[in-house]
């Protein structure tokens, strides 16, 4: 929903830019020496603005490019015509025609992004489930009755916590292709978490650890973030995660 949400941000980017110069387009921007380097003859407060607003409404075009894999390729020439229709005040559309297409257009990315995320949750889900096959083989490697995999990196001596309990922990989170999504050793700082209130794999699998234990949990989709995935995350990903248990706050 989040990346749907972005997505029409930058989709409706563009009108919103034209608003905007058109509604400043009956003021005069005083000019001075701009803040910023910039190429010859750029020298002005309007020249600085002017540049930096193209290459903002430059980028969202890519985007909106990008998104569409190619489907979209935008008439730079029409666009651009667009813009100075607009400013002199004579469109050859209205603001409800606009809209209309912005919002056809609008549903049709989220349909094909939505078809899209579907079709890569799946080929995870296929490429996550030769994974824990191979894995499950490995040394060491135990599997729970829920599909959860694990193995002791280094045993612990301390208490083991419940679900309801309070954890402090160390943990670095990978994806099967070994790509880092999180990490709070990286950050350098532990942190700390109803156990009760965390993914599935995770609630399960640390309960299984004693403070001070090490293990590597390899979790299925469906005890992860499921077909819908997560920032960073694609749709049906087996996540692998290294924990150490740090301490357990009853």
């Not at 280094?154 to 999180?182: C, M, N, Q, W």
């Not at 819908?228 to 150490?244: A, D």
Request: proline share 4%; glycine share 8%.
């Amino acid at each position: 929903m989040l990346a749907s949400l972005t997505n029409m941000k930058q989709i409706f980017f563009l009108f919103l830019v034209v608003a905007l110069v058109g509604a400043c387009s009956t003021k005069k921007i005083v000019e001075a020496k701009p803040t910023v380097k910039l190429p010859k003859p750029m020298l002005t407060k309007t020249d600085s603005i002017s540049y930096v607003f193209g290459l903002s409404v430059a980028q969202s075009v890519q985007k909106i490019e990008e998104d569409s894999d190619g489907e979209i390729k935008l008439d730079i020439d029409l666009f651009s015509e667009a813009i100075k229709e607009k400013l002199a005040d004579k469109p050859r559309m209205t603001d409800e025609e606009m809209n209309t297409i912005m919002q056809d257009f609008g549903r049709e990315m989220q349909a094909k992004q939505r078809a899209k995320a579907e079709r890569d949750a799946l080929k995870s889900k296929e490429e996550g489930m030769q994974f824990l096959a191979a894995n499950a083989k490995k040394d060491g490697v135990q599997t729970t009755a829920s599909g959860l995999q694990y193995k002791i990196l280094k045993a612990g001596t301390g208490v083991s916590p419940a679900a309801e309990d309070e954890v402090r922990v160390h943990y670095t989170g990978r994806l099967i292709d070994g790509s880092v999504f999180d990490s709070s050793v990286e950050r350098g700082e532990p942190i700390n978490f109803k156990l009760n209130q965390v993914i599935p794999g995770w609630t399960e699998g640390v309960q299984l650890m004693k403070k001070g234990a090490k293990y590597e949990f390899t979790i299925p989709s469906e005890l992860g973030y499921g077909e819908r995935g997560t920032s960073g995350i694609p749709g049906g990903s087996v996540l692998v995660f290294e924990v150490e248990l740090l301490d357990v706050i009853k």
